[in-house]
Nanobody, 118 residues
């Protein structure tokens, strides 16, 4: 079973940048589809970005396209989310997820809080 730990959250002013990390342990992320989700207060958890285990094909929510970049470093067993031109509406707890290629079981990290001030 894979364990996930997010880091890099914090307080940033609108227009600024922040980089999140998701460190995986227990299993190699090469066998998982990795993704970032976020949940703002009083709202449902929503998909932000994902990256495949093979060729590294990526997907993004329309709200973050052109601003966020998901990447994967297999050697470090870590997934990143580079967030640029942040907006107050990006404020949320950001969660890392790993979906097993073989079983489709999904695992979650504990989340890291990103607060964007105006």
């Amino acid at each position: 079973q894979v364990q996930l730990v997010e880091s890099g959250g914090g307080l940033v002013q609108a227009g600024g940048s922040l980089s999140l990390s998701c460190a995986a342990s227990g299993r190699t992320i090469t066998t998982y589809y990795m993704a970032w989700f976020r949940q703002a207060p009083g709202k449902e958890r929503e998909f932000v970005a994902g990256i495949s285990w093979g060729a590294g094909r990526t997907n993004y929510a329309d709200s973050v396209k052109g601003r966020f970049t998901i990447s994967r470093d297999n050697a470090k067993n870590t997934v990143y989310l580079q967030m640029n031109n942040l907006k107050p509406e990006d404020t949320a707890v950001y969660y890392c997820s790993a979906t097993s290629r073989s079983t489709l079981e999904r695992f979650w990290g504990q989340g890291t809080l990103v607060t964007v001030s105006s």
